[in-house]
């Protein structure tokens, strides 16, 4: 039970709002009572509210919760919390879905009136409506990024006593419909490999699904990065697409994200003849004249220059026609390598730190599907104990309970 405040009291309106007053003291310039008010919904809430004030006011702290508005608390967050401690293109996603979906619905609300109720009507209206096409709702990822930044946001002003509790704890979320993974099968791959063996970007197509690193991880490596003699390749930087369609070096997404992975004996084979031809098409460049920028970069344009990340998208789209093969997205090559992983028995843990995934339950909730073929083998290996003329396999005698 919560103990009576001293000094205070809770009385009931007749609208059913309960208020309760605390006599603290007296103001020494003004010699009047320091006797503020707090409102709750049930008696328990008013008599909680009193300690709390209690406490603030023990502290030295400000007694009443903060009249900021719940947008101004945000684009507070931003500048001073997410913008320092996060990648840039972090803090535009987060700033694109405060500016275009949660600002002009609650931006003008006090961050002290601010309820769930606020909240769930928001996640629900842009779940129903919210593209700014108006053809449809929001996807639940995204709404699901919308309370993340609500809940971040309103998490960091109860720490700076700013409000007393997070009103998102409250809320129901809309599920997440996990797409389907469809990796290439290994045929695919050979079918794939074989047909674009001598398109210029063969080789980063190669690298991509014998080593399951990102796209942005690619497009970011530079030869140092590279150890050819150990079979190696350390991930370090990301070449990405920010929301304002320009293109940056970058932190990779995660501290796991910042790796080492091993290369196949062809992959470095590829790699040096991959090399061997920039260094070819550079030496040509400049003796015509053309400009060269020289970045050290793996895979670059013929000038020197980073690719813009969706050209690479363009290129493997045409790669597939030419391979006769269906639509595979860039990410693919991706779950692609990592498919391959678990399908031969890999450690979860071992491929988690392949990819560079944050943590094993990311893993794990991606890639524990069995590929097709799989099953198959998995009840083919139950048929010695079920043929009617089979003896039991040794490893079945045992007791198991002994």
Same mark, same amino acid.
């Given at each position: 039970m919560l103990k009576k405040v001293p000094k205070g009291s809770v009385r009931k309106f007749k609208n059913g709002l309960y208020q309760g007053r605390v006599m603290l003291g007296y103001n020494p310039e003004t010699g009047r009572e320091i006797r503020p008010a707090v409102y709750g919904e049930s008696e328990r809430e008013a008599w909680k509210k009193l300690e709390q004030v209690i406490e603030r006011y023990e502290r030295g702290q400000p007694l009443q919760e903060s009249r900021v508005k719940f947008g101004d608390w945000l684009n507070h967050w931003l500048e001073n919390h997410v913008k320092i401690k996060n990648r840039l293109t972090t803090w535009e996603n987060y700033k694109w879905a405060v500016d275009t979906h949660i600002n002009p619905a609650l931006g003008k609300i006090n961050l002290k009136d601010l309820r769930a109720s606020h909240l769930q009507t928001l996640y629900r209206e842009k779940l129903e409506n919210g593209r700014d096409d108006a053809k449809g709702g929001l996807s639940a990822r995204t709404i699901q990024l919308i309370h993340r930044i609500c809940h971040a946001a309103l998490e960091q002003a109860v720490r700076e006593d700013v409000i007393y509790k997070?009103?998102?704890?409250?809320?129901?979320?809309?599920?997440?419909?996990?797409?389907?993974?469809?990796?290439m099968s290994p045929e695919q791959i050979k079918t794939f490999l074989t047909a674009n063996r001598e398109d210029p970007l063969f080789p980063a197509f190669f690298i991509l699904i014998s080593t399951?690193?990102?796209?942005?991880?690619?497009?970011?490596?530079?030869?140092?990065?590279?150890?050819?003699?150990? *079979? &190696?390749?350390?991930? =370090?930087? $990301?070449?990405? %697409?920010? *929301? &304002?369609?320009?293109? =940056?070096? $970058?932190?990779? %997404?995660?501290?796991?994200?910042?790796?080492?992975?091993?290369?196949?004996?062809?992959?470095?084979?590829?790699?040096?003849?991959?090399?061997?031809q920039q260094q070819h098409d550079c030496d040509e460049r400049i003796a015509k004249g053309k400009a060269y920028s020289d970045q050290g970069l793996v895979f670059c344009r013929i000038d020197g220059a980073p690719y813009y990340p969706a050209t690479l998208n363009f290129y493997l789209e045409k790669a597939l026609q030419r391979a006769g093969l269906p639509k595979f997205r860039m990410h693919d090559l991706r779950h692609t390598f990592a498919s391959l992983m678990v399908e031969q028995g890999t450690s979860i843990k071992v491929v988690q730190e392949l990819l560079g995934h944050a943590t094993v339950q990311m893993t794990l909730d991606t890639y524990t599907h069995v590929l097709p073929g799989t099953k198959a083998e998995a009840v083919e290996k139950l048929q010695d104990y079920f043929k009617a003329d089979s003896k039991v396999p040794e490893q079945a005698k045992s007791d198991p309970l002994n």
């Open positions: 997070n009103v998102s704890h409250n809320v129901s979320l809309p599920q997440k419909t996990r797409k389907e993974i469809l990796p399951g690193m990102r796209r942005g991880e690619l497009l970011g490596l530079k030869w140092p990065d590279i150890d050819l003699d150990n *079979r &190696t390749i350390f991930i =370090q930087r $990301s070449w990405v %697409k920010s *929301r &304002t369609k320009t293109a =940056q070096f $970058s932190e990779p %997404k995660t501290k796991k994200s910042r790796r080492i992975v091993p290369l196949l004996d062809e992959g470095v084979a590829v790699l040096r003849q991959h090399r061997l």
